[in-house]
């Protein structure tokens, strides 16, 4: 069964700490893992798609990598409207519809 | 605005009661999606329409029952409220040939 998970569950930050977050994964043959971004009662925000191990993606502060066991998401010099929950999801090949199969996420709260 | 927007935003209710949640997307995508994120924060999916014929059916009681009058539209309907279907749901819309899903802003369903 296609299985993600995150860690930490939480992480706490200073304004400009740079860390990373972690996503593991097993799943039979990747089709394609998902980074969303959730604020609190709202819906996931799309962030990243990356496809193959080796490949890397930006956007502002954000870095995400993958190989073929985890992706990172790298956030260097966080800001406080960093803070949010981020949530990793997996595609497999063998679903015809696109199924996402999602971690449970790690909470980051950046403080000023 | 483009964008998924779901009705209602909240929804208390009593156990064994009957609800519905609609959700509607004007971004001209042809699948959608209803997941469920438990008080844990698991976002799992429940249903996929792909021009408006179901093609994902993950184990869900068949007191949910999707209906997708068109392909922007796709409701929940739940029959018989228990405890357990408290939870935020989300409606998701995806463009074909696309990985990406777009999630709406959720409903949280309480049932008392």
């Known amino acids: 069964e296609d299985q993600v998970t995150q860690s930490p569950e939480a992480l706490r930050l200073q304004e400009g700490e740079s860390s990373s977050l972690n996503c593991s994964y097993t799943?039979?043959?990747?089709?394609?893992l998902f980074w969303y971004r959730q604020d609190p009662g709202k819906g996931p925000e799309f962030l990243f798609t990356l496809y193959s191990a080796g490949e890397e993606k930006e956007k502002e502060r954000l870095k995400a990598t993958l190989t073929k066991k985890e992706s990172f998401l790298h956030i260097t010099a966080p800001k406080p409207e960093d803070s949010a929950t981020y949530l990793c999801a997996v595609q497999a090949e063998n679903t015809g519809f696109q199924k996402l199969v999602f971690g449970t996420g790690t909470r980051l709260l950046v403080s000023p | 605005d483009t964008a998924v927007s779901q009705t209602p935003k909240y929804l208390v209710t009593q156990m064994g009661n009957d609800k519905s949640i609609k959700c509607e997307q004007n971004l001209g995508h042809d699948t959608m999606y209803w997941y469920k994120q438990d008080s844990k924060k698991f976002l799992k999916i429940m249903f996929s329409y792909n021009n408006k014929e179901l093609i994902i059916n993950e184990t869900v009681p068949n007191r949910f029952s999707p209906k997708s009058p068109d392909k922007a539209h796709l409701n929940l309907h739940i029959n018989s409220l228990e405890l357990g279907d408290s939870a935020v749901y989300f409606c998701?819309?995806?463009?074909?040939?696309?990985?990406?899903?777009?999630f709406g802003p959720g409903t949280r369903l309480t049932v008392l």
């Open positions: 998701a819309s995806r463009r074909r040939g696309w990985n990406e899903q777009f």
């Open positions: 799943v039979s043959g990747l089709r394609g």
